[in-house]
């Protein structure tokens, strides 16, 4: 239920204010609401007794003429204000009383839906009407042509004055608008808009003359009090500093959203790239530059340039002449290459950032302008990694390295034009180093792997780095390249590549009927893979050791657990009751089955690649960076050379300093390969971006040097191009369809 003003003859229920809590100025509150109020001489003032603006005088407020020109519509009223206006009358100036209108009792939203209609017809540039210069025939005393006697109870309080002013921008010819008075509030058609003027790419940008200045050339100051509230807000309120006022009643989500805004407006001075930016629409910007800051006057010029993701704008006031400049990003920072950098150093997709923004015509650079920028951050980039990894080197030490490598092709098949291959500590499990490999450098898709390690290898030479082992997976000519070069390290195979091959053979035999007894132990076939790895010492006799325990599985298939094998005379496991109920049938000695199990799992090729499997290390760690690289570099998307290599190193980067996340919880989750089976995987703390900040500042500083990357020729370098129109004319003929 809305209060309603105390005071004689007044109910006013906009703009009102709780009694104080002051004891003195409560006091003479109460002594001015009884000067009036004769019949009740002992007139005292309850919880809900309310005053409202009418009943005080202009300086009775802290904010009142950013209030009257409709800056702010939170009224800020002084801690020791008093009132001393009994009657308002109609007449009276606001030096001598706030005055508000008599109004028709209305809801603030519709107050609010009446004020922005209009403002929206007050700030629309539309063509001209009626004389040639574009103004009403008919004209008022007071100088306002053409107003029009529309009446304004619709408002629930007083509109601020809103002249005519123009928006000129950078287009051919020029553009007459129509004066709409103050409290007009008939609608008029729209038209086109005015279309800015955007000139290409930034490069560095002179705007030593942003600051306010006037026509006599000296610095003008601006006439704005950092501490009022310039953010209107429904309805009025006591000052929030004032020990009277009462702060309403909300819920935890407006408080927690108020304590956000008042943070975001103060002054920062940290990393450009942590201040709080907002995307303002064009209507919204045009209400904050069309008052003059000099005399308050509402008739000024404006004059919009844009250039990618900046707008300049120049004000003049049409009355005093002042004059200033404006502009959305500071003059010392390239807000366009600051956009590209956020773009590329976290892995984002240009294209399809820009057509985001484009499609609600977000006002930014353009496809050709962050390829510009790129090249210059790509240097960046490099630079960064290349002191992590000299940091990498000095933890590493004189300490003897596991190293695991594997490669990724940017396309399936044997078509792929890039392939890059890393080599990881298994014992930090952080990525040492990483190289780009182009098919035509090393004579095809299929020989990037090989060419890649050696260029890994070489890069640990020439560091001096200490290889005990090196885990991979089963590439041929990576087996026997190591074989060869590489002899003093001992070369391990990755257990998941193996085990997925026997799964493979077990499925394929089991594909007919009467094989579906052997595909119904591929799960314990598996099992006892990786417990032949893992149960086994690493040492001199760990290969045969393994081989043993592989081979005991052709008698366990058929119920026998004791072997002739001297490395390995019987199974591990418990005794096997003869009444215990199996989901799986024991094969049969020397049957069909047995024959074909035997073959398949027993190969020479697998079972020495078995007794080489790694026990110290995995791949996996690479498999899970090679997921995260999907995200900075698509497989669907083709990237040239140097901006290949760029986002790799950035995909390095970021796995590098997430590598070491703890788990906060677990989960069970059904993948669709288990068919139905569940698996407990863990959740791990969100990742962190340090890496990026640390790559602003070095954009910010300057203090990186250039990189020289030697590219490799196009893959189409070494052919003959053909003739254009030649080519376009047998492209024709060659038309299947026509």
Not at 76 to 104: F, L
Not at 298 to 315: A, K, S, Y
């Amino acid at each position: 239920m809305p209060n309603y003003c105390v005071a004689f003859g007044c109910s006013s229920e906009n703009n009102i204010f709780k009694w104080p809590k002051d004891g003195k100025i409560a006091k003479l509150w109460t002594t001015f609401v009884r000067t009036k109020r004769k019949e009740v001489p002992e007139w005292k003032p309850s919880s809900s007794s309310v005053l409202c603006i009418r009943h005080f005088t202009s300086d009775s407020f802290t904010n009142y003429g950013q209030w009257q020109c409709g800056y702010a519509k939170v009224l800020g009223k002084k801690i020791d204000a008093v009132p001393t206006i009994h009657t308002v009358s109609k007449s009276s100036t606001p030096e001598q009383s706030v005055s508000e209108p008599e109004t028709t009792k209305t809801t603030p939203r519709e107050a609010r839906v009446a004020r922005r209609e209009i403002v929206k017809e007050v700030l629309t540039p539309v063509m001209s009407e009626g004389t040639s210069d574009g103004s009403h025939a008919n004209t008022r005393e007071d100088g306002h042509e053409g107003e029009t006697e529309v009446p304004l109870e619709i408002l629930e309080s007083e509109l601020p004055e809103v002249a005519c002013h123009q928006v000129l921008c950078d287009v051919k010819g020029t553009q007459t608008l129509k004066y709409i008075p103050h409290g007009y509030v008939k609608k008029t058609p729209k038209k086109p808009k005015p279309i800015m003027q955007t000139r290409g790419t930034q490069t560095h940008l002179t705007m030593k003359d942003m600051e306010p200045y006037n026509n006599t050339g000296e610095v003008a100051q601006m006439d704005i009090d950092p501490t009022e509230n310039y953010f209107p807000d429904t309805g009025s309120i006591d000052d929030p500093s004032d020990l009277d006022w009462d702060a309403p009643d909300q819920d935890e989500e407006g408080e927690d959203e108020e304590e956000l805004m008042e943070a975001n407006m103060t002054d920062y001075n940290g990393p450009i790239q942590d201040e709080a930016k907002y995307i303002v629409h064009h209507n919204q910007l045009l209400l904050l530059l069309t008052i003059c800051l000099q005399c308050l006057s509402n008739q000024v010029e404006l004059h919009c340039t844009t250039l990618g993701g900046i707008i300049m704008v120049v004000c003049r006031c049409m009355q005093c002449n002042w004059t200033r400049k404006w502009r959305n990003v500071p003059e010392s920072i390239q807000g366009n290459l600051l956009l590209s950098a956020a773009v590329l150093f976290n892995g984002c997709l240009p294209t399809q950032f820009f057509r985001t923004l484009k499609s609600i015509n977000v006002v930014t650079i353009g496809h050709r302008s962050f390829f510009n920028h790129q090249r210059q951050l790509t240097h960046i980039v490099h630079w960064r990694w290349s002191k992590e990894q000299e940091q990498i080197i000095r933890e590493i030490g004189d300490d003897e390295l596991v190293l695991g490598g594997d490669s990724r092709c940017d396309s399936m098949g044997h078509s792929a034009k890039y392939g890059s291959y890393c080599i990881m500590d298994l014992k930090t499990n952080k990525i040492l180093n990483m190289e780009l490999v182009q098919s035509n450098e090393c004579g095809g898709s299929y020989h990037m792997e090989l060419t890649g390690l050696q260029r890994c290898v070489a890069w640990l030479k020439t560091k001096k780095l200490k290889v005990k082992a090196f885990v991979s997976d089963r590439h041929v000519g990576v087996r026997k390249w190591i074989k060869t070069n590489w002899a003093e390290v001992t070369h391990y195979f990755d257990c998941w590549h193996v085990a997925k091959s026997v799964k493979k053979f077990l499925e394929s035999v089991g594909k007919s009927k009467a094989m579906l007894v052997v595909k119904a132990w591929s799960r314990s076939v598996i099992n006892h893979f990786y417990w032949c790895v893992k149960s086994t010492e690493t040492g001199p006799d760990e290969v045969p050791v393994k081989k043993a325990k592989w081979m005991s599985l052709s008698n366990h298939v058929v119920n026998k657990h004791r072997h002739d094998n001297p490395l390995f005379k019987k199974c591990s496991h418990p005794k096997l009751r003869a009444t215990e109920e199996r989901k799986k049938k024991w094969l049969k000695a020397d049957s069909d089955p047995h024959y074909k199990f035997q073959n398949v799992m027993f190969k020479a090729s697998l079972v020495e690649d078995i007794g080489h499997c790694s026990s110290i290390g995995q791949t996996s760690r690479i498999e899970a960076y090679h997921s995260v690289v999907n995200h900075f570099a698509p497989k669907m998307i083709h990237f040239h050379y140097e901006n290949m290599l760029c986002r790799l190193l950035l995909a390095v980067m970021h796995y590098n300093e997430n590598c070491g996340r703890d788990a906060k919880s677990l989960t069970i989750v059904f993948p669709k390969f288990k068919h139905g089976g569940y698996t407990v995987r863990k959740i791990i703390e969100d990742p962190s971006y340090n890496y990026v900040n640390q790559l602003f500042d070095l954009l910010e500083s300057g203090d990186y040097e250039r990189t020289v990357i030697e590219k490799p020729p196009p893959l189409a370098a070494d052919k003959e191009r053909p003739d254009r129109d030649e080519a376009f004319a047998d492209f024709s003929k060659r038309a299947r369809f026509t």
